[in-house]
Every structure is written in structure tokens, then in C-alpha cells.
């Protein structure tokens, strides 16, 4: 246990220090989801089951993304996997990217001068396709560059209705664990925004960005999709992210 807290505070120091912006996780989705971020949050025991909340300080100064895995267990081998997610046979994540198709949740966390508010931006992202519905949803702060509250950004669709079937991925059981995005699925610079599709007049919205848009259109669901905005909140106190929030 004392090892574990020196951990933490080393991590804490590395990234900026304490932050006076806690994440609140929230787990109502029917099976457990294994929490995966890198760099790493400092959580040291990423699973949380169905129904069951907690909650982590973050740096005062971290960049990332976060996410949550599915499907997770220990083979005969004591090999750890996860069937969306996944990196790299890790309970705590270190891989930079995890196997796709997976519903990331990009953060920068920024506080340049300590008297001042600290300020979150955040968005999120299904450039690598749809594993487990998602919200995020600022507790106080304002918006910076306008008025009012910070949004609330989600993605509550059941992707299983609307996902195209070649880009449906299946579980060891063969039945539906996520939905691929197109780039991941079909490897065309086209929707990858690669190579020609690169600059912001060829990398354009396509027939299946368009399906995830309308499922979902607070997400950004192609390389090149700004719409919304990654919104950046000021002062807020915390951030509640809930997996499967309808």
C-alpha cells in the first residue's frame, strides 16, 4: 500500500502536481468495463462492475485519452485480454492505442499559472469506431470562448442497430462487440485521411462517417470532423463520465 501512494505521488509530480479536478466514473452498463488511459490516471485497479462508481484525481496538467474495455478476462495461460479495448494483454494500460473498435474520450488538462482556473478540454472521438456508449458531463465551470454552461458531450446510441454489417465486430462467441470505423475496417486512405485525403478539402465526410453522425452527433466520427467544437471548460469542479448513460 505505501508503495502504491509513492507511486501515485511520483505520477503526480511527473504531470504537474495535484489538480483540483476530480473524474467520476460511473458504471450502468449490464457487464463490467476495465478503464484504460494513456498516459496513465494512476488507477491502479482499472475494473469497476455494473453499477459501481469511482472516483480519480487527475494532474493539473495531463493529456491523453481514456476509455473503457470490454469483455475483459484471464486465459489458462494467465494471459489478460480484452475483447474490445484491448492493449496489449495489460490490465493497466501502457500502449499508446488501444485494439479498436473502441469509443475514446480525448482530454487536456491545463493549468499554466497556478492562481488561475484550470481549464479542460474535451471531446469525444470515434476515429476508431464504437465500443461502449459514453457521456461526459462538466460539474460547474463555464465555457471558455462563450456563454453559459460547459455541454455535455455523449455518444448513448446502441451502436448494434445501426452499425453496417462489414463493419460489425464479433466476440469470441460470434455475436456483436463493437462497430469498426471505416478506416480501421476497410484500410482506404479515403477514410483514413491519409496520403491524397490528408488536406482539409479531400479529407470530407463518407457513407459511413454519415451513419455515426447521425447516431451520434455530438462525436467526431472521421479524421477531419470538427463539428462540435473540442470544447474547453473553465473552473470546472469535476467531470462525471458515465459508460452507458441512457
Known amino acids: 500500500m505505501a508503495g502504491e501512494a509513492f507511486i501515485i505521488l511520483l505520477l503526480l509530480f ?13 458504471n450502468r452498463c449490464t457487464e463490467s468495463i476495465w478503464l484504460g488511459a494513456t498516459p ?18 487527475m494532474p493539473d496538467q495531463w493529456k491523453g485519452f481514456i476509455w473503457g474495455r470490454t469483455k475483459c478476462s484471464l486465459n489458462t495461460s494467465n494471459y489478460f485480454s480484452c475483447e474490445t479495448g484491448d492493449c ?24 499554466p ?10 471531446e469525444l472521438n470515434l476515429n476508431h469506431g464504437h465500443n461502449v456508449p459514453v457521456r461526459i458531463q462538466p460539474v460547474g465551470g463555464s465555457l471558455v470562448g462563450g456563454t453559459g454552461p460547459c455541454p455535455v458531450v ?6 448494434s442497430n445501426v452499425c453496417p454489417p462489414n463493419l460489425v465486430a464479433k466476440g ?3 455475436r456483436y462487440v463493437g462497430c469498426l470505423s471505416a478506416c480501421d475496417a476497410l484500410k482506404d486512405p479515403k477514410h483514413c485521411c491519409f496520403g491524397n485525403f490528408a488536406s482539409p478539402q479531400t ?18 466520427t472521421y479524421p477531419g470532423d470538427n463539428q462540435p467544437p473540442i470544447y474547453s471548460c473553465s473552473g470546472a469542479a469535476s467531470f462525471s463520465i458515465t459508460f452507458c448513460p441512457a
Open 203 to 220: 479529407c470530407q465526410p463518407n457513407e459511413y462517417s454519415s451513419i455515426f453522425k447521425k447516431a451520434c452527433g455530438l462525436a467526431h
Open 113 to 122: 499559472v497556478q492562481t488561475n482556473p484550470l481549464v479542460v478540454s474535451y
Open 154 to 159: 455523449d455518444c448513448a446510441q446502441d451502436f
Open 88 to 111: 496489449g494483454g495489460n490490465k493497466i494500460c501502457q500502449w499508446p492505442v488501444p485494439n479498436s473498435p473502441v469509443t475514446i474520450l480525448n482530454f487536456t488538462i491545463n493549468q
Open 14 to 26: 511527473i504531470t504537474g502536481g495535484q489538480s483540483t479536478v476530480t473524474f467520476n466514473y460511473e
Open 40 to 57: 496513465s490516471i494512476g488507477d491502479s485497479d482499472p475494473e469497476f462492475t455494473s453499477g459501481t462508481s469511482k472516483t480519480l484525481q
Open 172 to 174: 469470441k462467441d460470434g
